[in-house]
């Protein structure tokens, strides 16, 4: 079975520090990508997502940045942390080039705080 | 564009008892999915349950149904039995092939009274 593991689980970070949170998925190959970031009380927005190896599509301009240097590895970046990039992060997968394949499995979340 | 709306930030119910959760959503496709996701105290999304706009059966786990009505563009989610497990925030999301992303709605809050 298809497991996604993200880390670290939580995460107090100082502004203008870097970052970087990292997802994986077990149990399936070629998997699309996404990472959401959740502010408190409020629905997901989508960051990045991909459909393959170096390929990564921005939803939202931010200093946020995205990688994936392996097929099942999914990493989220930024060089120097805003108080605004606190929220809960979550990465999620799915396979399939549409359809109801393409139901999205989410992680257990980051939660980042930046003081 | 594509958007989802749920109208209900919070809602309650007894223990045993049913609830339902509304969502409606905008979309020019003929061709989409619509699905529930379950967020508990943890935060984790988990997938309740998922519908094909083509199939005009309503799906159904467990105790866990949809109301789709496509004309409508109405996508309730109807809880039976409610158990305190699932207190939880409820969020509708519709996914679309112009996009390909899944779109969320703000979510609804549950409560579940002992």
Partial sequence: SQTI????????????????????????????????????????????????IGQISSEVPQNLSASRPQDRQFILSSKKLLLSDSGFYLCAWSVGAGGITDTQYFGPGTRLTVL | AQTVTQSQPEM??????????SCTYDTSESDYYL????QP???????????????????????FSVNFQKAAKSFSLKISDS??????????????????????GTGTLLAVQP
């Fill in chain 2, 83 to 104: 158990q305190l497990g699932d207190a939880a925030m409820y969020f509708c999301a519709y996914y679309g092939g112009a996009t390909n992303k899944l779109i969320f």
């Fill in chain 1, 5 to 52: 593991h993200q880390w670290p689980a939580t995460l107090v970070q100082p502004v203008g520090s870097p970052l970087s949170l990292e997802c994986t998925v077990e149990g399936t190959s070629n998997p699309n990508l996404y990472w959401y970031r959740q502010a408190a009380g409020r629905g997901l927005q989508l960051l990045f997502y991909s459909v393959g």
């Fill in chain 2, 41 to 63: 105290p943890s935060r984790q999304m988990i997938l309740v349950i998922r519908q094909e706009a083509y199939k005009q059966q309503n799906a159904t786990e467990n105790r």
């Fill in chain 2, 12 to 21: 309650s119910v007894q223990e045993a008892e049913t609830v339902t959760l």
């Fill in chain 2, 35 to 38: 699905f529930w996701y379950k």
